[in-house]
């Protein structure tokens, strides 16, 4: 067998060859894992007369690796039994309420992160084969196969998303490397703005040259902000390198440009709209506060910028816009260089994909559901305009990293394996933005590289949220064919109820076609407006399954989890894909609060999905038995607040009574709590051995860990609350992301402190375990302890300073812009000791019971 290191290009003669993404020095732990599935299929004769080829390997990790692992989790269960039997043997504690609680806590922390380890233990990786794509299914005129794609981005509010960022997403998805014809881009306002309108024709506009240029000198990656500013480029791999400098000067300039009209877009419409008003509206009330379009005797039919009836944020009718026609089906060359257009694009194709505005219908007295709401907008939209079998999603702030990245998603959607099975591909979320360390873990690692690895080897990852590929049918509650029954039984039990899917004819039409990948060409759409309009009304849902088995699920903070398992419910499996380049990247908050904020909705929306009919546990034999546990363990990791915060604040005892043990003989106890630590550890080297992480993405997973169970699940758990008793709940806030650069400073917000209550209940724990440090040392210096005391004490402190040791990305926080001085932190600190123990010193002369061991309570 090659090793997978020797992989290269793709040949159809030898499949094994046919991993496009070579396995690099970063995943030498991998090793091929589908080798006998490759000999069957040479054998049979795939992908020769029309039969489809494998189009994607798989990848297990080396046996001695991932045995270590599973040894090394094997011990820990069994230390974590005998300690669990030791502790049951000792029931011995100076408050033995506190002990039970521990006991429980205890019980808890080992399933829960048993459960958690057992769905990592075969993790898988999955590498597109897109050479051999291109073999199968372009044609040698230029013409492709490949099936039509719907590409969904949703925005709501063009500060706190910054319409840059949403524009550069749009211009890397119009340049992206897939037949012209054969996707459409339907962008989602759910602020309906005029300036996202405007932008939107300003980003159509610049297509027209960026996308050619792209084209021409195959450019990575494709959304001009992050190319212009990329720190290395790759080889020239485009067809005019003597061309390419002065194109690429001419199209920064262009760029230059086209981000000035962008920035000036809101005062621009701002101006337009004040003179119309002059004009047009003095005397006339109903028009006086009016948003004017560019033709200026249009007013604008979304949100105005002084709201008014009809015209506000929440309250607007529907709005769609086609900003981009369908393309013609052959390519059409561009323009020859001329003065007024010095890029040459005569041996380019110039055509520019299909590109469609909408602003859904908002009124008060509806719940709009947020995202999903919007994407189920976009859902029946575009099953009217161009009904792919395929879609994509993004955020407005994620864009495509490369170029390749649809086609990849399309390998295993259309593998003879497991393709037609499949519901969706997942691909992980990358980050420009972070700061260097990542000192909010923002980039999640453990998550993407680690867990989600292991999900791949069992029904496949989790949807989260955005960068995401489906299968149309499946979000239309359609059983995968291994699940499907027999066409006899089909057709007594229809499990289709009338109305499910909403009153429009031409949509229900619409939904056999959009199982039938091998259209070449859309067919024209020929829906009127008034049915396009219909099914953009808050009303359309009304009474429907929208929303609930159809669609992305509402009623919930986090629609993803949740859209992801009712497919995973209903048999359908999912496939995670994270190639090089990054796929898609976009940006995340980097400022703490934000941060937490953001946490806060992800655990609250976890919980009131176990308190839901998409409980785990309720689901059917379809969801498979380790998949059921991996949601369990998704929707209930909040709970632990409840133990890690008590064993937080418990050294509060230190400050009240001359010694406190949870357990006797504590120094047993400590030995049996390092050990099952550092067994926790050990396994997380090993762990990210495989997943190719550093240290110090472990270290960041533990910190962030720790910082969301102190401060943030305790709010969730509330929600939770509040919810059952019919309470709305917490609220959740859109994630802003403020631009930086420019004007500010880079990472200027990771050094912004916002006070949040939800910053309180982590700066108590902090002090609480800072002053039992230091209550500690002042009564070790006035309570003439015996040589155990004080290593009884001393064992107490290596668990306090390793708590501080894990929020400490938590104090660099809070203190803002001092943060950049990390000592100073540790001279608060060392301070803070002092004074404390300088402080009962102090007492203990003039209150000589502080120290004399009688208890207080
Ligand atoms: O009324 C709304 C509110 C939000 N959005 C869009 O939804 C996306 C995600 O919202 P955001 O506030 O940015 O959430 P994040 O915390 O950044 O997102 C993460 O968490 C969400 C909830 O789990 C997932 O939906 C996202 O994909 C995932 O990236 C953005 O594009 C928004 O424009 C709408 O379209 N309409
Ligand atoms: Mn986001």
């Known amino acids: 067998m090659p090793s997978p290191a020797a992989v290269g290009g793709g040949r159809l003669a030898d499949p094994l060859l046919a991993a496009d993404v070579v396995v690099g020095a970063k995943d030498k732990y991998w090793v091929p894992a589908d080798e006998r599935e490759i000999l069957a299929s040479q054998k049979s004769g795939a992908g020769e007369d029309g039969r489809a080829p494998l189009l994607y390997r798989t990848f297990r990790v080396k046996g001695p690796l991932i045995n270590l692992y599973r040894l090394l989790t094997l011990v820990r269960v069994i230390v974590v039994i ?64 490949l099936p039509l794609l719907d590409v969904f981005i949703n925005t709501v509010d063009p500060v706190d998303e910054p319409m840059l960022y949403t524009m550069n997403s749009i211009l890397s998805i119009l340049a992206t490397d897939y037949p012209v014809e054969k996707y459409a881009t339907y962008f989602s306002d759910d602020g309906g703005s005029l300036v996202h309108y405007e932008g939107l024709q300003l980003a159509a506009e610049f297509a027209a040259s960026w996308v050619p240029f792209c084209r021409k000198h195959c450019v990575e990656p494709r959304a001009p902000e992050s190319y212009f500013w990329a720190k290395m480029r790759g080889e020239y791999a485009g067809s005019a390198p003597k061309e390419f400098l002065d194109d690429h000067r001419r199209m920064r300039a262009a760029y230059e440009e086209f981000k000035a009209r962008l920035d000036g877009l809101s005062a621009a419409i701002e101006q337009r709209s004040e003179a119309c008003n002059r004009a047009n509206g003095k005397d006339k009330e109903e028009c006086a506060n009016a948003t004017w379009m560019a033709d200026g005797s249009t007013q604008w039919q979304g949100t105005w910028i002084k709201p008014a009836k009809g015209h506000r944020k929440g309250h607007h009718p529907a709005i769609l816009q086609v900003m981009l026609d369908q393309p013609s089906k052959d390519p059409e060359l561009g323009m020859a260089a001329s003065s007024d257009h010095p890029l040459d694009f005569s041996a380019v194709d110039a055509r520019l994909p299909m590109l469609v505005y909408i602003a859904r219908e908002k009124r008060p007295g509806y719940d709009h559901q947020k995202k999903a709401g919007a994407m189920n907008v976009q859902l029946r939209v575009s099953a009217l305009l161009s009904n792919a079998p395929f879609i994509i999603n993004f955020d407005g702030d994620h864009y495509v990293n490369n170029s390749q990245a649809f086609r990849a998603a399309i390998c295993f959607m259309l593998d003879p394996r497991d393709g037609a099975d499949t519901a969706f591909v997942q691909f992980p979320q990358r980050f420009d933005d972070v700061d260097p360390t990542d000192r909010y873990c923002n980039h999640n690692r453990m998550f993407f590289d680690a867990t989600l690895l292991g999900l791949n080897g069992i029904q496949g990852p989790s949807f989260v949220g955005t960068g995401c590929m489906f299968r149309r049918v499946a979000l239309y509650s359609a059983d995968p064919p291994r699940w499907r029954p027999d066409d006899a039984k089909e057709a007594k039990a229809s499990r289709y109820r009338p109305n499910m899917f909403g009153k429009s004819t031409s949509f229900i039409n619409s939904m056999p076609a959009a199982a039938n990948q091998e259209r070449s060409v859309p067919s024209p759409a020929t829906v009127g407006e008034a049915e396009l309009a219909d099914a953009m009304t808050c009303a359309y849902e009304d009474g429907t399954e929208w929303g609930n088995d159809v669609g992305w699920v509402y009623n919930i903070a986090t629609e993803d989890v949740v859209t992801g398992f009712r497919l995973h419910r209903t048999g359908w499996r999912s496939t995670y894909c994270a190639m090089e380049p990054d796929a898609f990247r976009g940006t995340a908050p980097i400022n703490l609060t934000e941060r937490l904020y953001q946490i806060l909705r992800w655990s609250g929306g976890s919980l009131e999905m176990f308190f839901s009919r998409f ?61 099952i630590i550092a067994t926790v550890e050990l396994i997380g080297m090993v762990e990210i051995r495989w997943a190719g992480l550093t240290l110090l993405d472990w270290v960041r997973n533990e910190q962030f860990y720790i910082i969301g169970t102190t401060g943030v699940y305790p709010m969730a758990m509330l929600h939770i609350l509040l919810r059952s008793l019919g309470i709305k709940g917490v609220s959740f806030k859109l994630t802003a992301k403020k631009l930086t650069g420019g004007a500010r400073e880079r990472l200027a917000e990771l050094y912004d402190v916002q006070w949040v209550p939800l910053l309180v209940p982590t700066v108590v724990v902090m002090a609480v375990n800072v002053a039992a440090i230091g209550a500690a040392a002042g009564k070790a210096i006035v309570g003439r302890w015996s040589a155990a005391q004080v290593a009884g004490a001393a064992s107490g402190l290596v668990f306090n300073v390793w708590m501080l040791l894990l929020l400490y990305p938590f104090a660099l926080g809070i203190m803002g812009r001092w943060s950049k001085r990390p000592y100073i932190l540790f001279i608060v600190l060392v301070t803070a000791v002092a004074a404390t123990a300088s402080m009962y010193v102090a007492l203990a002369g003039s209150l000589p019971y502080l120290h004399s061991g009688i208890k207080l309570v």
């Open 615 to 675: 409980c785990p546990l309720l689901a059917g034999r379809r969801l498979h038995p380790m998949q059921r546990v991996a949601y369990i363990n998704m929707t209930t990791y909040p709970v632990s607040t409840f133990f890690i915060c008590m064993y937080y604040l418990y050294p509060v005892m230190w400050l009240f009574q001359g010694e406190f043990y949870i357990q006797r003989p504590f120094q047993t106890f400590a030995l049996f709590v390092v050990v």
């Open 82 to 145: 005998l300690f669990f039997t030791w502790r049951m043997r000792h029931r011995d504690s100076d408050a033995m309420w506190l002990w039970w609680i521990s006991v429980v806590g205890d019980l808890w922390f080992g399933v829960t992160w048993l459960l958690n380890q057992i769905t990592k233990l075969r993790p898988r990786k999955c590498v597109p084969s897109i050479s051999v794509l291109r073999d199968h299914l372009d044609q040698p005129d230029g013409g492709s196969d």
